[in-house]
């Protein structure tokens, strides 16, 4: 039997017509714009300011889930439609047994903003298609010495 989500679908365009301008409160310092400036981005709370209202209004609703397999802390997104029933979920894996509580607080926190941004389809961060997650870490800056050292072949050549 196909599992439905019609009902769900409908109601979830219906409601991200009426979702506010999402806005993007946070300022990460340790990543910054080519000019300099901390990294701006939406904040959980902003995700939901923008679209709690409308979620309610069309009778879509948000439920967290954490878990504990084999090891592994979880946490699972599912976003209902109330009168049909009809839900999506999104599972994802936070961290192993020996996280601290703070590192698992903040992982949760991290992962219910990005679950429910790519659940409604929301863009809460600039798209860079993936290259600073694909990038090569920067070459090691190196010294006169060395780099002589390395289109010579050996710094005692050089110093002789």
Excluded at 31 to 44: N, P, R, V
Aim: with cysteine.
């Amino acid at each position: 039997m196909e599992k439905r989500n019609d009902y769900l679908i409908k109601a979830l365009e219906k409601a991200r017509k009426e979702f506010k301008e999402l806005k993007k409160s946070g300022k990460n310092n340790f990543f910054k714009t080519a000019g300099g400036k901390a990294h701006e981005y939406s904040t959980l709370n902003d995700v939901f300011t923008a679209c709690r209202d409308a979620l309610m209004n069309n009778d879509l609703n948000i439920m967290y889930n954490l878990s504990y397999n084999e090891g592994m802390n979880f946490l699972t997104t599912t976003l209902h439609h109330v009168s049909s029933g009809q839900k999506e979920t999104s599972t994802s894996i936070l961290g192993n047994a020996q996280m601290t509580s703070q590192a698992l607080g903040s992982a949760i926190t991290y992962m219910r903003r990005y679950h429910i941004q790519a659940m409604l389809n929301l863009e809460g961060d600039f798209e860079d298609d993936g290259n600073i997650a694909s990038q090569k870490p920067a070459p090691k800056k190196q010294t006169t010495a060395e780099i002589i050292d390395d289109n010579i072949g050996g710094l005692e050549l050089w110093q002789k």
